[in-house]
């Protein structure tokens, strides 16, 4: 694909210098860039870089002097997070997949597919299933009875998704993603030790070792419209009640959202966050990775926690935590700064009893 700054520019929303018709075929880092490349230069800490490689043109931070970098076009980007979303789906080239029904498809007979979907090798789409204009199968997919997947959604290979699970438009889910197997719900014919531990917070007491029950899921997972899930995924069908995603809300790689958990819109779940069952989320959180949540809990709206947080009680609105356990991340930091200065104040006690309890020498 070969695209003109003039392009480019207007696709960004950017101001632009030089030579607009100048043609580029690629993105590249600025030292291994091209003569056709466009380099990606958007902070003054990559001057440098500039004159290892061959650019002809790059896209800038503002009120940069492209000229005196020797380029012959520049785009100015204030934003360069945003500046690499436009730039990115503009050069996207996708996954290449055909169009049309694979002939290695099985598609059942009582499935509705809309207009212009496309369904890959050795995919199965179950009995009542619809499936929504513009979509995209990937191979080897298995879509079961009566799910909804809404309209332009793309399934990249080896995706599954279970019985009854409604989704909405332009849904992206990467390869093994597993949307809608039965939850981890388990129980004991009588109080087992885990019962006990959780009410004491340490005692089992007297309970005795037992065979666990299964408690099958009734419900499924819901899922809004422009919600994104990453490689092995998975979110679990809700015992009664679905578990449910809102519009706009992203999961990283090797997420997994337990059963009968509410994540509100426009989150975000860094790789191998963990959500254990009934967990009410609410709206623009952020989870970075590795983070855990332990059951029955809500987290407010606006809440932030840094990698590896482990969230084990309720968090109010807008609070930024980080910790096992979770604390406030000025708190956290506190501590971490006490814990550094443990060894040299073991010192100083030890020098000090040394000098108490010295005893006078003998006559």
């Given at each position: 694909m070969t695209f003109t700054i003039r392009q480019i520019a207007k696709q960004l929303g950017a101001e632009a210098a030089g030579d607009l018709e100048l043609t580029v075929q690629r993105a590249a880092e600025p030292a291994d860039a091209g003569p056709e490349d466009l380099a990606l230069a958007m902070s003054e800490k990559y001057r440098g870089d500039l004159s290892k490689g061959q650019a002809r043109a790059a896209i800038l931070w503002p009120d940069a002097n492209?000229?005196?970098?020797?380029?012959?076009?520049?785009?100015?980007?204030?934003?360069?997070?945003?500046?690499?979303?436009?730039?990115?789906?503009?050069?996207?080239?996708?996954?290449?997949?055909?169009?049309?029904?694979?002939?290695?498809?099985?598609?059942?007979?009582?499935?509705?597919?809309?207009?212009?979907?496309?369904?890959?090798?050795?995919?199965?789409?179950?009995?009542?299933?619809?499936?929504?204009?513009?979509?995209?199968?990937?191979?080897?997919?298995?879509?079961?009875?009566?799910?909804?997947?809404?309209?332009?959604?793309?399934?990249?290979?080896?995706?599954?998704?279970?019985?009854?699970?409604?989704?909405?438009?332009?849904?992206?889910?990467?390869?093994?993603?597993?949307?809608?197997?039965?939850?981890?719900?388990?129980?004991?014919?009588?109080?087992?030790?885990?019962?006990?531990?959780?009410?004491?917070?340490?005692?089992?007491?007297?309970?005795?070792?037992?065979?666990?029950?299964?408690?099958?899921?009734?419900?499924a997972v819901t899922i809004g419209d422009d919600v994104e899930v990453g490689a092995n995924c998975t979110v679990d069908n809700g015992t009664i009640r679905d578990t449910r995603i809102g519009d706009g809300s992203k999961l990283d790689n090797l997420v997994h959202v337990g059963h009968n958990t509410r994540v509100g819109r426009d989150c975000l779940l860094c790789g191998q966050t963990g959500i254990s069952g009934s967990v009410d989320i609410g709206d623009n959180v952020i989870l970075g990775g590795q983070v855990g949540v332990v059951d029955n809990i809500f987290i407010g709206d606006r809440v932030i926690a840094g990698g590896g947080t482990k969230i084990l009680s309720n968090v109010p609105a807008g609070r930024v935590i980080m910790g096992y356990p979770a604390v406030k991340m000025e708190t956290h930091t506190d501590m971490y700064k006490a814990q550094r200065r443990l060894p040299r104040l073991m010192r100083d006690i030890a020098a000090l009893q040394k000098a108490v309890f010295k005893q006078e020498p003998k006559d």
């Open positions: 492209w000229q005196d970098m020797g380029l012959a076009a520049a785009i100015f980007a204030p934003r360069p997070r945003m500046a690499m979303s436009g730039l990115t789906a503009l050069m996207d080239r996708g996954q290449g997949c055909d169009t049309g029904i694979h002939p290695t498809a099985v598609i059942d007979a009582t499935a509705e597919l809309a207009d212009n979907v496309s369904v890959g090798p050795l995919s199965v789409v179950g009995p009542g299933a619809r499936i929504g204009a513009g979509s995209v199968i990937g191979p080897h997919c298995a879509i079961g009875p009566d799910v909804r997947l809404g309209e332009n959604a793309l399934l990249r290979e080896m995706v599954s998704i279970g019985a009854r699970v409604r989704i909405g438009a332009r849904f992206i889910a990467q390869p093994g993603a597993r949307i809608g197997g039965d939850g981890f719900s388990f129980v004991t014919p009588e109080v087992s030790g885990a019962e006990n531990v959780r009410k004491t917070m340490g005692d089992q007491g007297d309970a005795k070792a037992q065979s666990w029950i299964r408690i099958h899921s009734l419900g």
